[in-house]
Structures are given as structure tokens and as C-alpha cells.
């Protein structure tokens, strides 16, 4: 019978794990009996109460595949006179058996994903436990997809909505779970990915709240750039197709909507993908949207784009969006009837032919 551990992919990036020191003995100590499901884990000697604090949940973060994990009691024993020791009762929230399945129902989920990345992969060898050959582009494109057609964004009641199992085997989640799950995708396509935790904006009613989202390394081997993904946020924009506002973002795109927390051990997202300019969605003028439009709208059901900040004002920017749709020749012959949903953070808009 395959144990817990089993189905961790090797060389998982673990950003939360301290790089040395009581700490790190704290973590790889909590890993470790985690995964075997101890009903104990004691930690080394020198480890101390200020040590562990928190570590349970930042393991939890770098190792989604430890979903069934529940809070923990740590304790100090020892003799009078000697150090104390520190012991954590973790608790679980179900069986071994019961998890293992879990796990296996999440690895039939990851199947097609990590096959076609195997192919890619083939198609740019490299050396053996990294993807060094590959554009990420062409690694973090269908897992993000994929991730944002699996899911409906639900907490009450939901099973592990907080978790990878939520959107991943149930598909139903809210960000965090669904963080959880990209990290959990990532991890098996061998693509360096962190969860990030921090504030963000919505941009269609404004509101403010904690969130989660994913730093994924983009680049070849030790070299490339760290970028920003968030699933969750495109997925409440995707309505008849994909919805990429939020995909392969730098920091300072991401600024004007989401700020995570500090200090944070990661590293910046100083890299963009360029999705906009590399699909050729980039609308510089009136009828350069017409001719998106034309070419994207019969392939996709609908088409998003972005305008540059050409205009001052929203209204002034709506204008010439509707002035450069009607120049779509495919749109009219469909009746010329449309609903835009724009995202006025990012300058993005999408676009599908009313029904």
C-alpha cells in the first residue's frame, strides 16, 4: 500500500521552509510526521515555542497535498531541571485511507496535464527534474485554463473548499483552496510555485479582503523571473470563455489591485508573461479592434482585449471601445448585439455576442 508521502512530487519548492537554524529542524520535523500521520511529533532539541509558531500553517501552504491536517496542540515536557522539549499533538481530519484516496482521486484529476506537459517536455529536453527547455508560457497556460473551468467559487458546506481537494476532485472552492490547487498542479508539472497571502481589490464591486493567489518561476533553470497567476480572480471574470487579466502578472501590475502580506520570505514577481501581446489582443486603435474581434470572436465565443490607456476618463475609454467594436464585420453578421464586462484596473475587456 502507497504511504502519504508517496504522493508528494519530488523536489517540491517549499518557499515557507527556513534556509538553516532551530526553525528549519522545525519544519522538516513537522513534514516528516505530517506525512506519516504521527499522532506525535516531537521536535529537535533547541527548538523553542517561538520557533514553531505558525509553521503548521506555512507547511501546510508549501505542502497542499497535507490538506487533512487539522490544528495542533504543542506542548512542552521534561524533566525539572533539564530543557524542555516541545511535542506537537497534531489532530486529522480523516483516516489515512481515506486521505490516500483523496490523493489518488487528485492525481486521475492532474493526469492529462502532466501528460501533456511530459510532451512538451520531450520536445525540448533538458536535464532530468526540471522543465528548463520549455517556454512557461506554454507550461502555465493549460494548467491555468484548465484549473479556471474546473472550478465554481463556494465555501459553506463545501468539502475542503479552503483546500486542493475543493476545486480540484469536488470543484467547488474559494481562493485559498484554489491557490492550494495550482500549487498542487505546478508541483507535478516540476514548475516552481509558491502560495501567496495577502489583500486584494475586486475590481468588478470594489471590495477588499484577505486573499490568496500563486507566484509561479517562469525561465529556464536557475535563471528566468518570478510572475504572478491568480486563478480565482480570472475565474469570476470567465463567464462563455477564459478570462487572462490576471495571469502571468508582474508585481507592479498587480499592484493596483493586490498587495500581500509582509514580510514574506518569497521572491518578487518581477517578470510579466505578456499574454496580451503575445495573442496579438493588444487594441492601439479603432480598427486595430475591429480586426481582433473578427479574427478571435468565431475561434473562442467571445474575445478579450486590452486598450491602452489612450483616453482620459472611463467614458471616454468606453467610447472608443464601442466605437472600435462596431467596426467588426463578424459582429454585425452575428446581429451586432453584445455585452462587454471590463476591468478597468487593468485596462481588459471582454467581450461575448448577446444572446
Request: proline residues 6%.
Amino acid at each position: 500500500m502507497k504511504e502519504i508521502r508517496d504522493y508528494v512530487a519530488q523536489g517540491q519548492f517549499r518557499p515557507h521552509r527556513p534556509r538553516s537554524g532551530a526553525r528549519a529542524d522545525a519544519y522538516d520535523a513537522l513534514v516528516d510526521g505530517l506525512l506519516g500521520y504521527e499522532r506525535r511529533i516531537r521536535f529537535p532539541a533547541g527548538v523553542a515555542m517561538h520557533d514553531v509558531d505558525g509553521l503548521l500553517d506555512l507547511v501546510k501552504i508549501d505542502v497542499p497535498e497535507l490538506f487533512y491536517v487539522g490544528p495542533g496542540n504543542v506542548m512542552c515536557v521534561g524533566p525539572q531541571g533539564r530543557p524542555l522539549s516541545l511535542t506537537l499533538y497534531p489532530t486529522y481530519r480523516l483516516g489515512e485511507k481515506d486521505a490516500i484516496a483523496l490523493l489518488d482521486a487528485m492525481g486521475r484529476e492532474a493526469e492529462e496535464l502532466v501528460r501533456r506537459a511530459d510532451e512538451l517536455d520531450m520536445l525540448h529536453p533538458c536535464h532530468p527534474g526540471a522543465r528548463c527547455g520549455l517556454d512557461p508560457f506554454d507550461m502555465l497556460l493549460p494548467i491555468h485554463d484548465w484549473l479556471v473551468r474546473r472550478f465554481s467559487y463556494e465555501d459553506a458546506g463545501q468539502p475542503h473548499a479552503h483546500e486542493a481537494p475543493g476545486p480540484l476532485v469536488y470543484g467547488r472552492g474559494v481562493c485559498e483552496g484554489v491557490a492550494k490547487a495550482m500549487k498542487y498542479l505546478c508541483d507535478r508539472c516540476r514548475l516552481a510555485c509558491a502560495v501567496v497571502s495577502g489583500v486584494a481589490r475586486d475590481s468588478g464591486d470594489g471590495s477588499t479582503g484577505p486573499h490568496a493567489w500563486n507566484l509561479v518561476h517562469a525561465g529556464p533553470g536557475g535563471t528566468g523571473y518570478w510572475t504572478n497567476v491568480d486563478v480565482t480572480f480570472d475565474a469570476a471574470l470567465s463567464h462563455g470563455f477564459v478570462r487572462h487579466d490576471y495571469f502571468g502578472r508582474s508585481d507592479a501590475e498587480l499592484s493596483v489591485s493586490h498587495r500581500r502580506d509582509e514580510p514574506s520570505p518569497l521572491p518578487l514577481g518581477d517578470g510579466s508573461l505578456r499574454y496580451y501581446e503575445r495573442e496579438s489582443l493588444m487594441a492601439t486603435s479603432a480598427s486595430c479592434l475591429g480586426k481582433i474581434v473578427d479574427w478571435h470572436l468565431p475561434r473562442a465565443g467571445g474575445v478579450e482585449f486590452v486598450m491602452p490607456s489612450l483616453w482620459e476618463g472611463r467614458s471616454e475609454l468606453d467610447a472608443a471601445v464601442h466605437h472600435g467594436v462596431g467596426k467588426s464585420a463578424e459582429l454585425m453578421a452575428r446581429g451586432g448585439a453584445y455585452t462587454l464586462c471590463p476591468n478597468y484596473d487593468l485596462l481588459v475587456f471582454g467581450l461575448e455576442v448577446a444572446s
